[in-house]
């Protein structure tokens, strides 16, 4: 059940430039969270602005819970502000959360930028379920912007990195990357990131016919799927004329039931 | 300081236990909510506007956020009335909470026949005629949208013709983005209807700098949130001025101080709407701060502080 918690803040610190994570304390909302779900963060008091900010849980602790985001405008550079000392309103857990499966040969976690949010709790969840170690692919602008791959390489995953203008791994596209590790049967791929890169993704998934499950992000105002703000299309032959909910129906969707045609558009040109 | 104060209200003939409902498509059709707070804690649930097929909406982005409010262009996505009664409705029933359902149509005959349906349903307590959604016209070609509630005529045409398929109270829901208010909202009353919500959202657009591009895939859309409370204040302290039937009031509620303000410019009721995506149980909160506030002041009915603004 999700509920409204007023949150100590344990930690708040610059990752990368321009990118935090926050620690928040939140019992309850940690004890129903699962990987893959989201929360939606007030970043202010004030009624400027005036909608909450739906970030993902990173990771997943006895009592508390991390996020990881990029400061993008006026709601995450007032979040950016907040200190240990101080407590945030948070709403959760919401969505749907990533589907685990340990039928899998291969479990690929793909993610471009800030898109890594999602992927600790997951990682950690599989090996934990599974007994298995996912392999991640991380895509970056540079070096510097290279996000949680300590993290990964301490849980035991294998880390693929893959940067713009190669300061770090390969000078290459993360679904470059995804490619060269010639995904075959059995494996399930797991996105998140830009909308062309899950596009590209999830193109590759269904050249070989493998399982992608993906992470969208939407603006929402509700996060709880009474506003219906926050939809994307669905693919026609499938649903029919239908928009899902990011926030209710996600943000987590099997690859296959969301319409790419329209992000599919100047992705590793 | 009172021990106890009366907040039942009537409604144009709607029975209320309090003054408090909630805005149409800001609250679906209530099992969302009821997870933060009991839904039956309301006076009245309004649900998400309802046609007789169901709707897709429009393309996304549908909603930006603006200087303390948001824009949306849903498009008026629902269930359709068929879906409503059969899977939303048992749970409003079961809750027990009076049900005023948002209806809209195509033509007046439309709205008839969707409240003639609900009303032999037994799926209704009340009808509000959207009669001003903003966002059910392609910007694109049309130009900048109509409204039914823009022109009195029309709005004395369609009320007329609900009014004669239902005998539930029937209320109608004005826009905003009109010369004077007080003309649509006497129109409505002389034809029938037993209470006037005002207001609808403004109509509003935003347009990305960097791509140039509008950031609503409809162009424009709705404006709502605490950024048009004074607007709604002031055209509801003008419709409650001429009008005898009673005001709902709604724009961007978010305390029972702001609900205060609208029972004192004239409306007997108002609706929470934006701030239910902030703050889940907002509705229930403006409930328990209007009662604080009687005790306080010495409002024994909730009826003594409307039109009680003092000038």
């Known amino acids: 059940m999700p509920t409204v918690s007023e949150c100590a803040i344990l930690a708040h610190h610059q990752v990368a430039p321009g990118h935090l994570r926050l620690a928040v304390q939140c019992p309850k909302i940690a004890r129903d969270a699962r990987p893959g779900q989201f929360a939606m963060i007030q970043v202010s008091d004030s009624l400027y602005p005036f909608l909450r900010r739906p970030m993902s849980f990173e990771r997943i602790f006895e009592d508390g819970v991390t996020f990881l985001y990029k400061v993008e405008g006026e709601g995450t550079r007032l979040l950016a502000r907040l200190t240990p000392a101080q407590t945030v309103s948070v709403q959760g857990p919401l969505g749907n959360g990533w589907p685990l499966e340990c039928g899998f040969k291969r479990h690929i976690l793909v993610a471009g930028g800030i898109g890594v949010a999602p992927f600790p709790a997951l990682a950690e969840k599989i090996k934990q379920v599974c007994g298995k170690m996912p392999e991640v692919v991380l895509g970056a602008r540079s070096r510097d912007y290279l996000l949680c791959e300590n993290d990964f390489r301490r849980m035991g995953c294998t880390v693929y990195v893959a940067t713009d203008d190669g300061t770090a791994g390969k000078k290459a596209s993360a679904t470059q990357v995804l490619a060269e590790l010639a995904p075959g049967p059995g494996t399930r791929l797991y996105a998140c990131g830009p909308m062309a890169m899950m596009a590209a993704t999830s193109l590759i998934a269904e050249q070989l016919g493998i399982d992608c499950q993906v992470s969208l992000e939407a603006q929402m105002a509700c996060g709880t799927g009474a506003c219906l703000g926050c939809v994307v299309e669905a693919r026609r032959e499938l649903e029919g004329e239908k928009m899902v909910r990011v926030c209710a129906d996600g943000p987590v969707f099997n690859a296959a039931t969301i319409d790419w045609d329209r992000h599919r558009v100047d992705y590793d040109r | ?311």
Request: glycine share 8%; net charge neutral; charged share 20%.
């Open chain 2, 1 to 311: 300081m009172l021990a106890n104060v009366n907040l039942e209200i009537n409604l144009g003939g709607l029975v209320m236990k309090n003054p408090v409902t909630v805005a149409s498509g800001t609250f679906g059709y209530g099992e969302d909510y009821d997870k933060y707070f009991d839904i039956s804690r309301l006076g009245a649930l309004t649900t998400k506007s309802l046609t007789l097929k169901p709707r897709a909406g429009n393309k996304p982005p549908r909603l930006v956020e603006t200087p303390a409010g948001m824009l949306n262009a849903i498009g008026l996505q629902n269930v359709g009335l068929d879906e409503y009664l059969a899977k939303k409705l048992p749970f409003l029933r079961e809750k027990g909470v009076p049900i005023i359902a948002n209806i809209y149509g195509y033509s007046p005959e439309e709205y008839a026949e969707l409240a003639a349906r609900l009303e032999n349903a037994g799926a209704a307590d009340a009808i509000e005629a959207n009669l001003s959604c903003p966002n059910v016209h392609d910007a694109r070609i049309a130009r900048g949208a109509a409204f039914v509630a823009q022109d009195a005529d029309k709005v004395a045409l369609y009320t007329r013709t609900i009014r004669s398929a239902t005998r539930l109270p029937l209320f109608v829901k004005l826009t905003p983005n009109v010369m004077n208010i007080c003309e649509p909202a006497l129109a409505a009353e002389q034809a029938g209807a037993n209470a006037i919500s005002l207001i609808n959202t403004l109509l509003g657009m935003a347009i990305d700098p960097e791509t140039r591009q509008p950031r609503l895939a409809n162009i424009v859309g709705g404006l709502s949130g605490p950024a048009i409370r004074p607007v709604a204040l002031k055209m509801v302290w003008d419709a409650a001025r001429v009008l005898k039937v009673p005001v709902i009031g709604m724009g961007g509620i978010c305390e029972a101080a702001d609900a205060i303000q609208f029972f004192l410019a004239g409306a007997t009721a108002v609706a929470v709407g934006s701030m239910s995506f902030r703050q889940p149980d907002a509705a229930a909160r403006v409930i328990d701060g209007i009662e604080a506030y009687m005790k306080r002041h010495n409002v024994e009915n909730i009826a003594g502080l409307v039109k009680g603004m003092r000038i």
